[in-house]
């Protein structure tokens, strides 16, 4: 008798968030032969072209819920950390509607810095000694104590500009009086964590977990600051190389052991059923790794480095993490090295302007540009709509390779205002 085969039914996904790294999600899900169709919310010049987007606020869960439902869309998932933060998962889990993504009270290691730490102090994650102040007056005076160089952590969610590393008093001070009296971040109940500042390397890690298994995804090294040589104000991010050359094999066995499986054995004896992107932003000191941060979704730009080195595909992973069937992937890497720069406005991370029309992305050849703050203005021209506008991404044998070919396309693009850090991965890396 002949055997019966049957096809998969077609899938339709929707990528919630309009930045870099949903483009470089949905560029990749694109790649599914299991996907028929990708909407997003709400998308940019450069998601457009290959999804549906829908102008909804990532917040509005009940418009949200009728677009997935109207559209019979099987799988939704989540860019940004707002939404998260916010339960969209659980609400989205109590319709029965499949989505990828941690629950809120696991999104708690991102949106509140004390939560995190505590967590860390819980459970003997590597974390550098901290103390809590939820008041101007509290903070000053623990201050007080503290020897500089000292970093001040926001309590919640500030888009990757949150953290202030301080070696005067009076930077503290202004910070203090920017987060409680100003109330920079428009936090209901502002708060800080006071804390040692680490000196060393940074690299980010991240893993994909179903909760019980996990496996590590490339690691990538980013560069926070808005200007060459780390120097400026905090961004969300202004490049990226992946894979990162700090980590030896037995660093990297640390930080499985003492920094992965603590985390995961921790969520799991406090019930937090965690499905999902975890990633850990790492220091790398003379006493070990030390966890700066958790993020509980892609970074960005790290994202734009490690997806297009990925060979899995991403909507594979993703089922089997919601489905708890993670153990049954092998994750497989490109040898090509992959190098990120970001193109930013004017003024970024401060005040900047929108609208300055983009030119020259018809004649970069041999590179990925991922959208990031784009739209199409009412002419069909792309126009700048954000801080961070732009990230190139090229693939390469070797780092400079790589380099090369995205600071040709950087030259080539423009737009009025337009800058970029010149030492993307030209350190710290390993040649």
Same mark, same amino acid.
């Given at each position: /008798?002949?055997?019966?085969?049957?096809?998969?039914?077609? /899938?339709?996904?929707?990528?919630?968030?309009?930045?870099g790294?949903?483009?470089?999600?949905?560029?990749?899900?694109?790649?599914?032969?299991?996907v028929?169709?990708?909407?997003?919310?709400?998308g940019?010049?450069?998601?457009s #072209? @290959?999804?549906?987007?829908?102008?909804l606020?990532?917040?509005d869960?009940?418009?949200?819920?009728?677009?997935v439902?109207?559209?019979?869309i099987?799988?939704?998932?989540?860019?940004?950390?707002?939404?998260l933060?916010?339960?969209?998962v659980?609400?989205? #889990?109590?319709?029965?509607?499949?989505?990828?993504g941690?629950?809120r009270?696991?999104? *708690?290691?991102?949106?509140s +810095?004390?939560f995190? *730490?505590?967590f860390?102090?819980?459970w003997?994650?590597?974390?550098?000694?901290?103390?809590?102040?939820s008041?101007?007056?509290?903070?000053?005076?623990?201050?007080? @104590?503290?020897?500089?160089?000292?970093?001040l952590k926001?309590?919640?969610?500030?888009?990757?500009?949150?953290?202030r590393?301080?070696?005067q008093?009076q930077?503290?001070?202004?910070?203090?009086?920017?987060?409680?009296? +100003?109330?920079?971040?428009?936090?209901?109940?502002?708060?800080?964590?006071?804390?040692?500042?680490l000196s060393?390397?940074e690299v980010s890690?991240?893993?994909?977990?179903?909760?019980?298994?996990?496996?590590?995804?490339?690691?990538?090294h980013?560069?926070k @600051?808005?200007?060459?040589?780390?120097?400026?104000?905090?961004?969300? $991010?202004m490049?990226a190389?992946s894979?990162s050359?700090?980590?030896?094999?037995?660093?990297g066995?640390?930080?499985e052991k003492?920094?992965?499986q603590?985390?995961l054995?921790?969520?799991?004896?406090?019930?937090i059923?965690?499905?999902?992107?975890?990633?850990?932003?790492? /220091?790398l000191t003379?006493?070990?790794?030390?966890?700066?941060?958790?993020?509980?979704?892609?970074?960005?730009?790290?994202? #734009?480095?490690?997806l297009?080195?990925m060979?899995?595909?991403?909507?594979?992973? /993703?089922?089997a993490?919601?489905?708890?069937?993670?153990?049954?992937?092998?994750?497989?890497w490109?040898?090509?090295?992959?190098?990120?720069v970001?193109?930013?406005?004017?003024?970024y991370p401060?005040?900047?302007?929108? $609208?300055?029309?983009?030119?020259?992305?018809?004649?970069?050849k041999?590179?990925?540009?991922y959208?990031a703050?784009? *739209?199409?203005?009412?002419n069909?021209n792309?126009?700048?709509?954000g801080?961070?506008?732009?990230?190139?991404? $090229?693939?390469?044998?070797?780092? #400079?390779?790589?380099r090369?070919?995205?600071?040709?396309?950087?030259e080539?693009?423009?737009?009025?205002g337009?800058?970029? *850090?010149?030492?993307?991965?030209?350190?710290?890396?390993?040649?």
């Amino acid at each position: /008798m002949k055997k019966e085969t049957f096809e998969a039914e077609p /899938m339709k996904v929707l990528v919630i968030g309009g930045g870099g790294r949903e483009h470089a999600l949905v560029e990749k899900i694109s790649e599914s032969p299991a996907v028929s169709k990708i909407f997003a919310v709400s998308g940019n010049a450069g998601i457009s #072209q @290959k999804a549906l987007c829908f102008s909804l606020k990532e917040d509005d869960f009940p418009s949200l819920i009728n677009l997935v439902k109207k559209n019979r869309i099987d799988l939704t998932v989540v860019g940004p950390e707002a939404p998260l933060a916010k339960g969209l998962v659980d609400v989205f #889990q109590e319709e029965k509607l499949s989505i990828f993504g941690p629950c809120r009270k696991a999104a *708690r290691l991102e949106s509140s +810095k004390i939560f995190a *730490r505590e967590f860390m102090a819980r459970w003997g994650i590597p974390t550098p000694e901290f103390t809590v102040a939820s008041s101007l007056s509290q903070a000053l005076k623990k201050l007080e @104590k503290e020897t500089y160089p000292v970093a001040l952590k926001y309590d919640g969610l500030a888009a990757g500009k949150g953290v202030r590393i301080v070696s005067q008093p009076q930077e503290a001070i202004s910070f203090l009086h920017d987060i409680f009296e +100003k109330n920079i971040f428009s936090g209901d109940e502002p708060a800080v964590v006071i804390e040692k500042a680490l000196s060393g390397l940074e690299v980010s890690c991240l893993v994909v977990t179903d909760g019980i298994s996990y496996l590590p995804f490339a690691a990538a090294h980013d560069y926070k @600051k808005a200007l060459d040589g780390d120097k400026g104000d905090n961004t969300g $991010g202004m490049g990226a190389y992946s894979p990162s050359f700090l980590l030896d094999e037995k660093t990297g066995q640390i930080i499985e052991k003492e920094i992965v499986q603590k985390t995961l054995r921790g969520l799991q004896k406090e019930g937090i059923d965690y499905r999902g992107i975890l990633y850990f932003g790492l /220091m790398l000191t003379e006493k070990g790794p030390f966890v700066l941060e958790y993020n509980v979704r892609f970074g960005d730009p790290e994202t #734009q480095v490690i997806l297009p080195r990925m060979k899995n595909d991403l909507v594979e992973v /993703m089922q089997a993490t919601l489905a708890g069937r993670l153990k049954e992937i092998r994750l497989e890497w490109k040898k090509e090295k992959a190098v990120c720069v970001v193109l930013a406005s004017a003024g970024y991370p401060g005040h900047y302007q929108t $609208g300055e029309v983009i030119t020259g992305l018809d004649r970069v050849k041999d590179v990925i540009v991922y959208h990031a703050g784009t *739209r199409k203005d009412n002419n069909g021209n792309i126009v700048t709509a954000g801080g961070r506008v732009l990230g190139i991404t $090229g693939l390469a044998a070797d780092l #400079q390779q790589a380099r090369e070919k995205v600071y040709l396309a950087a030259e080539t693009i423009q737009f009025s205002g337009k800058f970029y *850090r010149r030492d993307i991965a030209s350190y710290p890396v390993r040649k």
